[in-house]
């Protein structure tokens, strides 16, 4: 551990957004945006040190303390629910949860229903509060042929625009709950450097107050 | 104790430290045996860190546990004397499943509870046992404290639903400002209540820097009176690692009042947790009081050191050598530090490498 504040940020288009962010809440490093494949990017200067990991993995290292700061979907959050703050919400990367199925689905609420998805927590979750019993299918990856294919009655996936479920003859019949990109702290980081996550905080505030 | 330090690892030192200072605060060992009937924790399951515990049938065919917790053995075996305190320490392993692997683990534990009549000093006297405990673990170290009565008269003002309550305390645990202003909208919460619990959530610091903001919120003056009391009489006492963090909340259902959590650098969470807990008192029929903390000295592995030697000094001897010879350089040599014989080149990292002649020579 030492002084540099280490902020994890999600490798891809999301990312480099976020990192937008921070650069104009006065916090550059000019070295990221370099074209290299160098992982790990510092500004001593500023006290910042930035690294690029996977998405879904931004939470483990705020949650284990690799990274004091860090961005990750509300819906990485509310899968595997990881001990942190959660400071703010960044207004990016919008999407939502949502429950799809065929344009010809109908409902029989006398069976077991075949949920395919990638977040099995949030699907659970859902339809636990809705007092319905399911059949979970984890997949991976390619969850829209899953009803196609007859594997599975609905699938629980993010939504952006919902072109992919249209090509796929799919449509939304539920939302969950709104996804956004969210910063998050580790929690014994958030004490010790709290000086410079504040001020962090305030820099990328300002910003989401002026994009709503 | 100084002479153990090279062979103690941190939560030994750690254990036997906070053992001294518990003990040189008159609190008493508390031993307890390792089960404890399984019915005790399926009562108070929503008490327990994780509620699966290890169980199984003893010889006369009770269902038996192996403890998973150790607050509510001392409760259970403990009798209400009006009037009096009752002081006791204790360390302890305790079984639990661990987050990462899903797997039951060993958990050593240290702690204290303060039972019967709990006054202002006695709280007093537990938070700076939890401040001075920390110390001793590390040089740098935080005590969050929080207090259960004012987080709920905010909750309580504002009017909300009881899942809306629920859902807040959550979010204040989470430090979440954006998810709570927005069930304050949806259930319609007053500007003012709104106002007061968004104080809550993004206050946190000295108590200098909080208690001001604290004071606008309009609630009632006692808790926080007792709050900024007893950091007060922490910092005339030399204690100034206290920062005032609402977003410590414990279960409202077992504990009141004062609560708190403490952290140290390089551990990524909270290594101790503790507080008022008269709630759980009156769920197993105790009239008195309590306070108590636990330090979870499982974590502390990770403030160890990487060893960057196994040994000082590997002596090799071979078949011109007596033992008796061996055995005085050996013993010329421990003078300077660990030493470990043999007659092949040892696959161990050391710092010299001498043989028997070389060490007779430099005796």
Redesign the interface.
């Known amino acids: 551990?030492d002084k540099m504040l280490n902020i994890a940020l999600p490798k891809g288009r999301l990312g480099e957004k976020v990192y937008a962010m921070f650069e104009a809440a006065g916090f550059e490093c000019p070295s990221i945006k370099e074209n290299n494949r160098k992982l790990i990017f510092e500004n001593p200067e500023k006290g910042v040190r930035y690294f690029w990991v996977k998405p879904s993995d931004v939470a483990i290292y705020v949650?284990?303390?690799a990274a004091d700061l860090g961005v990750a979907g509300k819906d990485i959050l509310l899968e595997y629910r990881p001990?942190?703050?959660?400071?703010?919400?960044l207004n990016i990367g919008k999407c939502r949860m949502a429950v799809a199925a065929k344009s010809d689905f109908r409902d029989n609420p006398n069976r077991t229903l075949k949920v395919a998805t990638k977040f099995t927590n949030i699907a659970l979750n859902h339809y636990t509060s809705l007092g319905r019993d399911i059949d979970i299918i984890h997949l991976n990856g390619s969850i829209e042929i899953a009803p196609i294919l007859g594997l599975s009655d609905v699938i629980v996936d993010i939504v952006e625009t919902g072109t992919t479920l249209k090509e796929n003859k799919l449509e939304v019949i539920d939302t969950i709950v709104p996804i956004s990109a969210r910063l998050i702290?580790?929690?014994?980081?958030?004490?010790?450097k709290?000086e410079m996550i504040q001020a962090v905080m305030n820099g990328l505030a300002a910003q989401t107050e002026e994009s709503k | 104790m100084n002479l153990y330090q090279n062979v103690l690892r941190s939560d030994e030192k750690a254990a036997f430290g906070l053992r001294e200072l518990y003990r040189s605060y008159g609190y008493l060992p508390f031993k307890m045996s390792k089960f404890e009937e399984y019915d005790l924790y399926v009562r108070n399951k929503d008490f327990l860190v994780s509620d699966n515990v290890i169980t199984f049938t003893d010889t006369n065919g009770r269902l038996m546990a192996l403890k998973p917790d150790v607050t509510l053995s001392i409760i259970k075996n403990g009798k209400d004397l009006p009037g009096t305190v009752e002081k006791v320490y204790y360390n302890e392993n305790v079984y639990r499943i661990s987050k990462g692997t899903r797997a039951y683990k060993e958990i050593m534990q240290a702690g204290l509870e303060c039972i019967g009549e709990v006054d202002d000093y006695q709280i007093l006297e537990v938070l700076t046992l939890a401040a001075k405990s920390l110390e001793q673990i590390s040089d740098?170290s935080?005590l969050?404290l929080s207090h259960l009565g004012i987080v709920s008269e905010v909750l309580e003002n504002a009017g909300l639903s009881d899942e809306g309550k629920k859902e807040i305390l959550n979010l204040l645990g989470?430090?979440?400002?954006?998810?709570a202003m927005e069930i304050c909208k949806n259930e319609g919460v007053c500007e003012a209540s709104a106002r007061a619990i968004k104080t809550l959530i993004t206050t946190?610091?000295t108590p200098e820097e909080v208690f001001p903001a604290l004071k606008e919120i309009g609630i009632s003056e006692e808790p926080i009176a007792q709050l900024e009391a007893l950091v007060g009489a922490m910092k005339s006492n030399g204690i100034d690692s206290v920062?005032i963090?609402f977003?410590v909340i414990n279960d409202m259902r077992y504990y009141n009042g004062i609560v708190f959590r403490g952290?140290?650098?390089?551990?990524?969470?909270?290594i101790l947790s503790g507080g008022q807990y008269d709630k759980m008192m009156k769920k197993l029929s105790r009239k008195s009081h309590a306070i108590g903390f636990a330090v979870y000295l499982d974590l502390l592995e990770r403030l160890e050191d990487t060893k960057e030697y196994d040994v000082d000094t590997v002596l090799l001897y071979d078949e011109t050598d007596t033992p008796e010879e061996i055995a005085a350089a050996v013993k010329a040599l421990s003078a300077q530090g660990s030493v470990t014989a043999h007659r092949n080149k040892p696959n161990l990292k050391y710092k010299k490498l001498v043989t028997v002649k070389e060490a007779k020579n430099l005796g």
Do not use: Q, W
């Not at chain 1, 001990?83 to 919400?89: G, I, P, S």
């Open positions: 551990m949650e284990r303390g001990e942190v703050y959660e400071l703010l919400d702290a580790n929690k014994t980081g958030f004490k010790f709290n | 740098e935080l969050d989470e430090k979440n400002l954006h998810g946190y610091g920062r963090d977003s952290f140290v650098k390089g551990i990524p969470t909270g």
